[in-house]
T-cell receptor, first 110, second 113 residues
Framework: GEDVEQSLFLSVREGDSSVINCTYT??????LYWYKQEPGAGLQLLTYIFSNMDMKQDQRLTVLLNKKDKHLSLRIADTQTGDSAIYFC??????????FGKGTKLSVKP | ETGVTQSPTHLIKTRGQQVTLRCSSQSGHNTVSWYQQALGQGPQFIFQYYREEENGRGNFPPRFSGLQFPNYSSELNVNALELDDSALYLC????????????FGPGTRLLVL
């Protein structure tokens, strides 16, 4: 299977919370990351979590890591139309690289 | 914005041609990684450069090659272009001891006809 699995689509209403989930085949990466990609653009590093942490909060963003289940989630509070984008949760590879899944496309409806 | 710049922003080539893409790292970063992102897919690792040498490579053929310069900027060269090389090419820079924490440029969109 894929190293990183994500749901392909998520649709929410403006003002609601969004939760984007990732599952890994293994969670040996020291850090796990969340990137945002707007249409036609590069990737923006949103936040990251050290693998021995369970949770990290950064303004509207909350990252939860369940290492036992190899599951990572990103919660966006008070989702805005500007949050519409594709979100990636890569893990670290053995060559100092990042291994990406296909991404989750978040659509925010007014 | 990250401070990582790439040029050109868009490029159209024909099959069999060669292309060179350029990347300038964020200030202070000494490691550069290149990724290929096909439409609807996540980025795929091509290779990484540190101290002007290739430091790691993904599953890409030898016609994908690179360079890193003393100022840490980098080039990606692709020879004998194929239609499937059409993609967004992303450059990312990082510190050597935290090479996984990468900051991406805006990308170069390559179309091969």
């Amino acid at each position: 299977g894929e190293d990183v699995e994500q749901s392909l689509f998520l649709s929410v209403r403006e003002g609601d919370s969004s939760v984007i989930n990732c599952t890994y085949t293994d969670s040996s990466s020291t850090y796990l990351y969340w990137y945002k990609q707007e249409p036609g653009a590069g990737l923006q590093l949103l936040t990251y979590i050290f693998s021995n942490m369970d949770m990290k909060q950064d303004q509207r963003l909350t990252v939860l890591l369940n290492k036992k289940d190899k599951h990572l989630s990103l919660r966006i509070a008070d989702t805005q139309t500007g949050d519409s984008a594709i979100y990636f949760c890569p893990k670290g590879g053995s060559q100092g690289n990042l291994i990406f899944g296909k991404g989750t496309k978040l659509s925010v409806k007014p | 914005e990250t401070g990582v710049t790439q040029s050109p922003t868009h490029l159209i080539k024909t099959r069999g041609q060669q292309v060179t893409l350029r990347c300038s790292s964020q200030s202070g970063h000494n490691t550069v990684s290149w990724y290929q992102q096909a439409l609807g897919q996540g980025p795929q690792f091509i290779f990484q450069y540190y101290r002007e040498e290739e430091n790691g490579r993904g599953n890409f053929p030898p016609r994908f090659s690179g360079l890193q310069f003393p100022n840490y900027s980098s080039e990606l060269n692709v020879n004998a272009l194929e239609l499937d090389d059409s993609a967004l090419y992303l450059c990312a820079s990082s510190f050597r001891d935290r090479e996984e924490t990468q900051y991406f440029g805006p990308g170069t969109r390559l179309l091969v006809l």
